[in-house]
Every structure is written in structure tokens, then in C-alpha cells.
């Protein structure tokens, strides 16, 4: 971890390496973390696995303890990013050749191009559509940065030699847009994670929440502090509510204070004299993403672009009613499933909040929806066992070729 400076970088938990990596360095925060710690929990159920595996995971993590629990060897990376670095640079050192390596999501190691047999799992939507600004709302410093790591990320993602997408949109635009070899990309679609059920709400956290959050009508906001959640757009949903004289629609975020987003965000609505119509939790751990759900009515996305968001098996899974982004994306992964927004129109954004707030048959009939949709998605257990069928297609596939790898290039290339 970042703030692990006197530790060295490198530490292992074994002397003897897997002929399976499970690279988890890139995860951070959020919906990836929840993603692997539900994939790691699930491989209580592959022991034989387990065995041949060896996990490279943050020093400190959540996923460090998580493989502590299911047995799996792991190696913990120190130092904070100039660590990660480091090590990935020294990882020929470490591993042997054309051993296969699963990054969890993220580029391949930066020293392991060529060297290893890479699979990769991208959820970098933007790459992939070219024609939405997905930078616009940051100043022009910070888009320019991004745009760089995009940069970045397209070489090294172009450097892997097989892809999992989350969604067959994803997969079509990788292949049709960007040249992806056809044979070397796979969909393993998005699963509720282990740690979200009704069965994993803490009675305690749950009242404890509900008596700091106001009453009324509340609309979950379970993302972090970025433009691209386009959290930005609540105050003026807020005005449009409020010239309704309905105060009691509650928006309940889980921004982190310290980031200037949130502070951005949460200014809009004093200067508005709207305060009363925010809520925010602060980031929520996975462990108690079930008891945040369990204390609102309703849950919502208004990101610009997803891969595929948590959020949306996590509303269906808890059976609350979703609201979401209205857009071409959004629908072919909801389906029926959702209430759809566009949070650019507050007035019109309002309305439908209200007509949802106020019709227990329309709630209703969007949690039976959730339903129908949740059982098209794998349970974490199948989806684990997705994952584990394309690592073994990739590696009876071995290293993609030079000619393949040449043809893939994205649109703005």
C-alpha cells in the first residue's frame, strides 16, 4: 500500500509459484474490488485450483485477506504505485515463461508483454466508444490527463493475447471497431456478488443508517466521487423537485468528502438552500453494500458510460426498483429491468423520480422486471467457472500472433 514505505516491495506467502497467475494489482475501490472479492470467495468451490494458482494482490487489501481465507497462494505488492511498477517490471524474475496470467481487469503487467501468456479482463467502456465525450464535465488539465492514460491503456491493452468483456456490446465493438482477433475475445457477463443478498444486511448498520438518513423517498447513489457518475446534475433534479413542493425525494450518496468532486457537488446544493436533499454516506465497504441498499427505496446510475455496472444486479438482486442513464448501453444491459432518465432534462428527470416515488404498482412492476433480467446473469459460483473456461481456452490457444496483435487499432488511433 501506498502508505507501506519501510516494508519491502516484494513479499511472498510461499517459495513455490502456480502455473496460474491471478494478477489483482490493478483493482482498486469500488465495483472491481467487489468483482474479485466475489470471484475469489466462489473458488472455495475449485480446490483444485486453488493449488495451482498464485494470486498478486496490494499488500494491506481487502483481496489480500480474501485469499488468506480460501487457501490461495499470494504474493503482496508494496510501495504504493511506484511498488506496482516495480514489481511488474521485475516480474520476468519472478514467474516463468509462457505461464498463463489472468489480470483480473486492467492492462497486462508491464514487464510481461511477450513473456507471458496474457488475459486480461476490459471494462475500459470509453476505449470502446469513441463517440461519447466521457471526459467532457472535467476541466481541460484533468481531461487532457486521462486522455493520456487512455493512451496508455490501448497500448498495453493491444499488448495482451486474449480479452473478457462484460458485455456483448463491448465484445462487437472491440471486434468491428478496433480489429480484435475474433477467436480471442469472450464475454463472461456480470454476477451479483457473494457479498450482496438480503441474507448480508447487518441489522445494526442498517438501523444505525436509517436513523442518520432523512425520511422520505430515498434514491441510492452507490458510486464514487467522478464526473463520469455525472452526480453533478442532482442539485438541478433537486431545484426541479423542489419547485414541486416535494422535499421528501432524498438523494443518498457514497462520495468520498475529501475529493473536491463531492465537495463541488455538495456546495451546488447549499447555495441552493437544498442541503436537506442530500445525504452522503461517505464510500461504503463491500461488506455493507447489502445494508446501504436495504434503507432506500430505490437505486440509481446516471453515469455517462458503463462497462456494466454493479449496480445494476445489486438493485435487482435486493429487489428495490432501478433508474438509470437513458442510453444505448444502459438498455441492452437492463433490458425491462429499469426506469430510464435522462439526467441532462432535471425536469423531466424530476417527474419520473416522483411517478416512481408515488406508485407502489410501478415500484413494483420495475422489481419483477429486475427479476426476469437478474436470471439471465450467471450466480457468482457459474460465472467463476466462465472465467476459468476462458483461461483454458487461452492458454490451449497460447501467445497471439504478431499478425493478429497488428490488426487491432481504436477508431481515434
Known amino acids: 500500500m501506498s502508505g507501506d514505505r519501510s516494508a519491502p516491495v516484494l513479499s511472498l506467502s510461499t517459495s513455490m509459484l502456480g502455473s496460474t497467475i491471478l494478477n489483482f494489482l490493478p483493482i482498486g475501490d469500488g465495483g472491481g474490488c467487489q468483482n474479485a472479492l466475489s470471484f475469489l470467495n466462489t473458488l472455495r468451490g475449485f480446490q483444485d485450483l486453488v493449488k495451482e494458482c498464485v494470486a498478486v494482490v496490494k499488500r494491506g487489501?481487502?483481496?489480500c485477506g480474501a485469499c488468506s481465507a480460501v487457501g490461495l497462494r499470494h504474493i503482496t505488492v508494496g510501495g504504493g504505485t511506484l511498488g506496482r511498477l516495480a514489481f511488474e517490471l521485475a516480474a520476468r524474475q519472478v514467474f516463468e515463461r509462457g505461464t498463463l496470467c489472468f489480470t483480473f481487469f486492467g492492462p497486462p503487467m508491464l514487464g510481461t508483454v511477450g513473456y507471458l501468456n496474457n488475459v486480461v479482463g476490459s471494462a475500459y467502456s470509453n476505449l470502446y466508444y469513441p463517440d461519447i465525450r466521457f471526459w467532457?464535465?472535467?476541466p481541460l488539465c484533468k481531461r487532457r490527463f486521462r486522455g493520456a492514460i487512455d493512451v496508455y491503456r490501448k497500448r498495453l491493452?493491444?499488448?495482451?493475447?486474449?480479452?473478457?468483456?462484460?458485455?456483448?456490446?463491448l465484445r462487437t465493438r472491440a471486434v468491428e471497431l478496433c480489429g480484435f482477433p475474433e477467436t480471442r475475445v469472450a464475454v463472461v457477463p456480470m454476477a451479483p456478488s457473494t457479498k450482496v443478498a438480503a441474507d448480508r444486511i447487518s441489522l445494526e448498520l442498517q438501523s444505525a443508517w436509517d436513523r442518520q438518513l432523512p425520511g422520505g423517498f430515498r434514491l441510492l447513489f452507490l458510486a464514487s466521487a467522478q464526473p463520469n457518475k455525472r452526480l453533478h446534475t442532482l442539485p438541478d433534479v433537486a431545484a426541479a423537485l423542489a419547485r414541486r413542493n416535494r422535499g421528501d425525494i432524498v438523494f443518498v450518496t457514497t462520495m468520498d468528502e475529501r475529493t473536491s468532486y463531492?465537495?463541488?457537488?455538495?456546495?451546488?446544493?447549499?447555495?441552493?438552500?437544498?442541503?436537506?436533499?442530500i445525504s452522503n454516506l461517505g464510500p461504503v465497504r463491500p461488506d455493507d453494500v447489502a445494508s446501504a441498499i436495504s434503507?432506500?427505496?430505490a437505486m440509481a446510475t446516471f453515469s455517462r458510460l458503463e462497462s456494466f455496472s454493479n449496480n445494476f444486479v445489486e438493485a435487482w438482486i435486493m429487489g428495490v426498483p432501478l433508474v438509470v442513464s437513458d442510453r444505448d448501453?444502459?438498455?441492452?444491459c437492463c433490458g425491462e429491468g429499469?426506469?430510464?432518465v435522462d439526467p441532462e432534462r432535471p425536469e423531466e428527470t424530476a417527474q419520473s423520480i416522483l411517478t416512481l416515488a408515488d406508485s407502489n404498482s410501478l415500484r413494483r412492476s420495475f422489481i419483477d422486471a429486475g427479476k426476469r433480467q437478474l436470471a439471465k446473469h450467471p450466480d457468482p459460483k457459474t460465472k467463476s467457472g466462465l472465467y476459468l473456461r476462458e483461461l483454458e481456452r487461452a492458454r490451449r490457444l497460447g501467445p497471439c500472433s504478431a499478425a493478429e496483435r497488428r490488426a487491432i487499432s481504436w477508431p481515434a488511433d
Request: charged share 20%; proline share 2%.
Open 61 to 63: 487489501s481487502e483481496l
Open 136 to 138: 467532457a464535465d472535467m
Open 157 to 169: 491493452l493491444r499488448c495482451a493475447d486474449y480479452w473478457i468483456f462484460e458485455t456483448p456490446a
Open 262 to 277: 463531492c465537495k463541488a457537488v455538495l456546495s451546488a446544493f447549499e447555495q441552493r438552500g437544498l442541503s436537506h436533499c
Open 295 to 297: 434503507c432506500c427505496q
Open 329 to 332: 448501453w444502459a438498455r441492452g
Open 338 to 340: 429499469a426506469m430510464y
